[in-house]
């Protein structure tokens, strides 16, 4: 397996408030974006992946979803205990997308609008479901899908850790082969980035830190609005 990384502020953000771990020896990826607009946002999403990687066993063999999903319990618990104890950090939280690779397979827990994706035979499929009010809106048939990215609602969360007590994680397994790839991102590349232009991306002949380059700069090109991380692994 081999991967690239690249987190950037991006041109608009007075921090970065994104925060990631890449460990190709558990087989282990996770993007944490800190909720924008909120206090203390980057100390969320570093108490997350601090959280997550010091629960999860040293061994690769010894994770699976369950211990994922105690993994990212354990966050939720973590940043809600401090946002009551600690008033500067009242109300942060942040979002979480946690990937352990086992041979083949993925194995996904995740809260928030952080992606992932797979790439594979040419094409590119989104995995997870964004916990925002305009994607909630879309499944009551109250938003149009083709409206979600105009729609003022798609940046609202519904969910994300440490903002109550308890966390409704979404779960997802995905069977991959050799040479597919996935990628995990916080939403600053996919709010300036379609999925086609990742596509597109991604089946250039170069590295993956090239590829990764590539679409931190086209979401840079476009004005780096946001905080932008990418992970791009290959199997």
Same mark, same amino acid.
């Given at each position: #397996?081999?991967?690239?990384?690249?987190?950037?502020?991006? %041109?608009?953000?007075?921090?970065?408030?994104?925060?990631?771990?890449?460990?190709?020896?558990?087989?282990?990826?996770?993007?944490?974006?800190?909720?924008?607009?909120?206090?203390?946002?980057?100390?969320?999403?570093?108490?997350?992946?601090?959280?997550?990687?010091?629960?999860?066993?040293?061994?690769?063999?010894?994770?699976?979803?369950?211990?994922?999903?105690?993994?990212?319990?354990?966050?939720?618990?973590?940043?809600?205990?401090?946002? #009551?104890?600690?008033?500067?950090?009242?109300? #942060?939280?942040?979002?979480?997308?946690?990937?352990?690779?086992?041979?083949?397979?993925?194995?996904?827990?995740?809260?928030?609008?952080?992606?992932?994706?797979?790439?594979?035979?040419?094409?590119?499929?989104?995995?997870?479901?964004?916990?925002?009010?305009?994607?909630? #809106?879309?499944?009551?048939?109250? %938003?149009?899908?083709?409206?979600?990215?105009?729609?003022?609602?798609?940046?609202? %969360?519904?969910?994300?850790?440490?903002?109550?007590?308890?966390?409704?994680?979404?779960?997802?397994?995905?069977?991959?082969?050799?040479?597919?790839?996935?990628?995990?991102?916080?939403?600053?590349?996919?709010?300036? @980035?379609?999925? !086609?232009?990742?596509?597109?991306?991604?089946? !250039?002949?170069?590295?993956?830190?090239?590829?990764?380059?590539?679409?931190?700069? @086209?979401?840079?090109?476009?004005?780096?609005?946001?905080?932008?991380?990418?992970?791009?692994?290959?199997?």
């Amino acid at each position: #397996m081999e991967f690239a990384v690249l987190s950037d502020q991006g %041109l608009v953000r007075s921090k970065n408030e994104d925060n990631f771990l890449a460990d190709e020896v558990r087989g282990l990826f996770i993007v944490c974006d800190g909720m924008g607009g909120h206090k203390s946002g980057e100390v969320a999403s570093s108490m997350a992946v601090e959280c997550i990687n010091k629960f999860l066993p040293s061994s690769n063999v010894e994770i699976n979803l369950h211990t994922l999903n105690e993994a990212v319990c354990e966050a939720n618990k973590k940043i809600f205990d401090n946002s #009551m104890r600690n008033l500067e950090f009242h109300g #942060m939280g942040t979002t979480v997308t946690a990937a352990v690779v086992k041979g083949h397979d993925l194995f996904i827990s995740h809260v928030g609008d952080s992606g992932l994706f797979v790439i594979s035979d040419g094409r590119i499929k989104k995995v997870t479901n964004d916990h925002t009010l305009a994607e909630q #809106m879309v499944r009551d048939s109250i %938003l149009s899908p083709r409206d979600i990215e105009s729609s003022p609602y798609n940046h609202v %969360l519904t969910r994300a850790l440490g903002v109550e007590e308890q966390v409704k994680i979404d779960n997802y397994e995905e069977h991959l082969k050799e040479g597919d790839m996935f990628l995990l991102c916080s939403d600053g590349l996919t709010d300036l @980035l379609s999925q !086609q232009d990742i596509l597109d991306l991604a089946k !250039q002949e170069q590295s993956l830190q090239k590829i990764v380059q590539s679409l931190v700069f @086209l979401a840079l090109e476009r004005g780096g609005s946001d905080n932008i991380t990418v992970i791009l692994a290959s199997i």
